[in-house]
């Protein structure tokens, strides 16, 4: 299994930067692939950003393509969501996931691990 852990959460005005990370623990021996969720009260819960093992693949929502950046640290099981630009849009509780594998996966349903979120407000 592998545990996860947010942290970077916070408020923020509009037009400013956020970095979340997310530790991993665990079985973190084998690949696993990494994505960041939100979700906004009220709403479900909304894939924005996906990053295969090696990191040489990425994915994002249309809504925050060119503002977050995903990236990660596998000799730190550390995965990260650089989020500039922010929006009140934005605003929401954002999860790590984790699934055994190489490849980028954008379904919420595609991932096996989460961790507790971190919120993130963005104010206008």
């Known amino acids: 299994q592998v545990h996860l852990v947010e942290s970077g959460g916070g408020l923020v005005q509009a037009g400013g930067s956020l970095r979340l990370s997310c530790a991993a623990s665990?079985?973190?021996?084998?690949?696993?692939?990494m994505g960041w969720f939100r979700q906004a009260p009220g709403k479900e819960r909304e894939f924005v950003a996906a990053?295969?093992?090696?990191?040489?693949?990425?994915a994002f929502v249309d809504s925050v393509k060119g503002r977050f950046i995903i990236s990660r640290d596998n000799a730190k099981n550390t995965v990260f969501l650089q989020m500039n630009s922010l929006k009140p849009e934005d605003t929401a509780v954002y999860y790590c996931?984790?699934?055994?594998?190489?490849?980028?996966?954008?379904?919420?349903?595609?991932?096996?691990?989460w961790g507790q979120g971190t919120q993130v407000t963005v104010s206008s």
């Open positions: 996931a984790a699934k055994y594998g190489v490849a980028v996966y954008t379904a919420y349903t595609a991932y096996d691990y």
């Open positions: 665990g079985r973190t021996s084998s690949r696993y692939a």
């Open positions: 990053i295969s093992w090696s990191g040489s693949n990425t």
